[in-house]
């Protein structure tokens, strides 16, 4: 999960796409969800191995807010806590004359061993909270969490992560335990696409459908499932009858990931195969009128296949509107 800069993380963070909030009413905070913080500070630690302190401080800069919440609910809920950084004693022992050893030795009650190094393990073994600074840790229970949280966040992050919020695949996680991450983000990218349908929102209809091909070919290999979903998309790229009239005059029907996606499939899928979903899936979706016929939509099908640029020539063809 890494971190961009900020104007650019709050830039994009506000056009993703919810499954609360419609695009117009997303909460301009919405994306400091406790739930991504949390998992940001401790992508920073187990992931870029910074301190705790280090990695609320980089929170608090990074995000322009307070971070006792958290803080004081990890500390509470046993996942940081303040403790000795027994790491360097030795180092700070070595540093020390042997009169300043014993002073420490004496002013504690101690009785002062000859050897300056059985006077360095007294203050180890006996106080060593007189020496040792005291720091901001992680405990058994973090390190718990983020073996469990990691494989998570880092599917969201892999699949569509620049595209949706992971408080919300977070959610349907908790709420459906008895299901796979994979499943459950299945799930996650079917509800947006049934409800950006409804909301007339095309880029959220071909970035679920993206999404999807990209879980199902990179991350399970299910090969014909994922060519479903980018055929999918491409069908509904070259006919966006969900598209505002606003985006008409900047929109291109075929993007680079898409066509680069298509020749990717056409490397792992029979040539048949492909076009044959393609007619199936092109008969499933009952247009009321085309933008352009399925003669042209197969004969661009198959130079995308063929060539993963092709699709700046296919744009400059196309004409939608």
Same mark, same amino acid.
């Given at each position: 999960m890494q971190l961009a800069l900020k104007s650019d993380y709050e830039s994009y963070c506000m056009s993703l796409r919810s499954l609360v909030y419609?695009?117009?009413?997303?909460? +301009?905070?919405?994306?400091?969800?406790?739930?991504?913080?949390i998992n940001e500070l401790f992508y920073l630690i187990f992931e870029e191995f910074r301190t705790v302190q280090e990695a609320l401080n980089y929170l608090k800069s990074f995000y322009d807010i307070s971070i006792v919440k958290i803080k004081n609910k990890l500390i509470s809920e046993g996942y940081i806590e303040d403790a000795l950084n027994m790491d360097i004693v030795d180092e700070i022992l070595d540093s020390y004359n042997p009169k300043k050893l014993k002073?420490? @030795?004496?002013? #504690?009650?101690?009785?002062?061993?000859?050897?300056?190094?059985?006077? /360095?393990?007294?203050? +180890?073994?006996e106080i060593p909270e007189?020496?040792?600074?005291? !720091?901001?840790?992680?405990?058994?229970?973090?390190?718990?969490?983020?073996?469990?949280?990691? #494989?998570?966040?880092? @599917?969201f992050t892999d699949c569509c992560g620049d595209l949706f919020y992971?408080?919300?695949?977070?959610?349907?996680?908790?709420? #459906?335990?008895? /299901?796979?991450d994979?499943? #459950?983000?299945?799930? &996650?990218l079917n509800l947006h696409y049934d409800l950006a349908v409804k909301r007339c929102d095309h880029r959220g209809i071909t970035d679920s459908l993206e999404s999807k091909g990209y879980y199902y070919n990179v991350r399970t290999k299910e090969f014909e499932k994922g060519c479903d979903e980018i055929l999918k998309e491409f069908i509904l790229s070259v006919n966006p009858i969900y598209l505002?009239?606003?985006?008409y005059g900047e929109y291109e029907p075929i993007s680079g990931s898409l066509n680069q996606n298509l020749n990717a499939i056409a490397d792992v899928l029979a040539r048949n195969h492909i076009l044959k979903r393609f007619n199936e899936l092109?008969?499933? &979706? !009952? &247009?009321?009128s085309l933008f352009i016929t399925y003669d042209d939509a197969s004969d661009y099908l198959n130079r995308l296949l063929d060539d993963e640029n092709a699709y700046e020539k296919i744009n400059g063809i196309i004409d939608l509107f």
């Open positions: 419609d695009l117009d009413e997303i909460p +301009k905070d919405y994306f400091k969800h406790e739930t991504l913080l002073k420490i @030795l004496k002013s #504690n009650g101690l009785k002062v061993p000859k050897k300056p190094q059985d006077q /360095k393990e007294l203050i +180890k073994r007189k020496i040792a600074p005291h !720091e901001l840790t992680v405990t058994e229970k973090a390190k718990t969490y983020w073996a469990d949280n990691k #494989n998570r966040a880092d @599917l992971y408080q919300e695949y977070y959610d349907i996680c908790i709420d #459906n335990g008895d /299901k796979s994979g499943e #459950n983000l299945v799930e &996650f505002s009239d606003k985006y092109w008969g499933e &979706f !009952e &247009f009321e």
